[in-house]
């Protein structure tokens, strides 16, 4: 398990390989603030199945779970294998994708939902973010 650790923030890699180097912090801190405490976990199919089977009665793997804690605090959970499933949909690959999704977690801690007012957002920051 690999753990690295931010201001507010901390990304912890449970599966095989190394943590990708994104840009972690500056996404967090434009999309939810300096204030807001952010746990990022890349978890297996497994982890993110058994997640989405307990908090939201879907029995399948999920590439993206967020899980608002409290106003201030919350947690994403990534699955790199399924979020990979998605390169042809969204038209992105590698490390884009991972941002795209990170960014769409974020969004969902701060209360979004799906529909205009989030796709708005989530375009201003893809530009932000060279997406």
Known sequence: MQIRT??????????KGKLPR????????????????LSIVFASPA???RL????????KAANILSFPLSKKSGELYLCER?????E????????KLL??????GMLHLEGASHGSKMRKS?????RRFGL
């Open 6 to 15: 931010f201001p507010n923030l901390t990304v912890i890699r449970k599966t």
């Open 99 to 104: 941002v795209y999704f990170i960014i769409h």
């Open 47 to 49: 982890e993110t199945r």
């Open 82 to 86: 399924e979020i990979r499933k998605s």
């Open 122 to 126: 989530e375009a201003r920051l893809h």
């Open 88 to 95: 042809k949909e969204f038209g992105l690959a590698g490390t």
């Open 22 to 37: 994104l840009p972690f912090s500056k996404l967090k801190n434009a999309v939810l603030g300096k204030s807001y405490e």
């Open 52 to 59: 989405n089977r307990a908090y939201r009665n879907k029995d």
